[in-house]
Structures are given as C-alpha cells and as structure tokens.
C-alpha cells in the first residue's frame, strides 16, 4: 500500500464539481506548491491533486483559500484508455493522478 504526503500551499482558490454520469459524483482539482527542502537552493514544485466525494466536499469547505497551508494524504493511480475524437481515434492514452485520501489544515 502506497501513501504519500505533501505539505504546501494552495494555488489558488477551486471550485466544488459534480461529475459522472448523473452529475452525482463531488470533484475538486487544486493545485499545491511545495517547496524541496533538501535543495541547496530555494526550488518550488508545482503539483496538482483531485478529491472526490466526501473529501472534495470537505477541502471545498475548510480549506479553499488561496496560500493556506495544507497537509495533502494521497496515492498515485494511473489509468489507460482509448481515445474517440476524429482525429486521434482507437491511441491508447495513460494518465496519472494524485488522489487525496485525506488532508489537513495548518493554518487557524
């Protein structure tokens, strides 16, 4: 089992979606900018997350502003599909995303 934490802060503020087929699903896409410490210099990483459910309801509501610090609990999934546009018909296409399991907010 795989978990991964990052600790940055929100890129700016995101908007609660629903998703699926029946516009049942909550999605939230935010993006995080987390500093390498063990660098020599001072280098950023901008990286980008997606929550469903509860979760995206939840960050939605408690931590949407834009610079609060956030600790983000996720696991990388990858998924592969075909494509269906005219132009690019039947490319298998591979996609990888971080999926927040869990956060936490450190600001007050």
Same mark, same amino acid.
């Given at each position: *089992? !795989?978990?991964?934490?990052?600790?940055?802060? /929100?890129? +700016?503020?995101?908007?609660?979606? $629903?998703?699926?087929?029946? &516009?049942?699903? +909550? %999605?939230?896409?935010?993006?995080?900018?987390? +500093?390498?410490?063990?660098? !020599? +210099?001072?280098? =950023?990483?901008?990286?980008?997350?997606?929550?469903?459910? &509860? $979760?995206?309801? %939840? /960050? @939605? !509501?408690?931590?949407?502003?834009?610079? %609060?610090?956030?600790?983000?609990?996720?696991?990388?999934? @990858? @998924?592969?599909?075909?494509? =269906?546009?005219? =132009?690019?018909?039947?490319?298998? &296409?591979?996609? $990888?995303?971080?999926?927040?399991?869990?956060? *936490?907010?450190?600001?007050?």
């Amino acid at each position: *089992m !795989q978990t991964n934490i990052h600790v940055g802060r /929100l890129l +700016k503020e995101f908007e609660l979606q $629903t998703v699926g087929e029946h &516009k049942d699903i +909550k %999605m939230v896409r935010l993006g995080l900018a987390v +500093k390498r410490y063990l660098s !020599q +210099k001072s280098q =950023t990483d901008f990286i980008y997350y997606v929550a469903f459910g &509860k $979760t995206a309801e %939840m /960050l @939605s !509501q408690y931590a949407n502003q834009k610079g %609060m610090p956030i600790e983000l609990h996720f696991n990388i999934q @990858s @998924s592969h599909y075909q494509t =269906t546009d005219q =132009t690019t018909d039947g490319q298998s &296409k591979y996609q $990888t995303a971080n999926v927040i399991t869990s956060f *936490m907010p450190w600001a007050t």
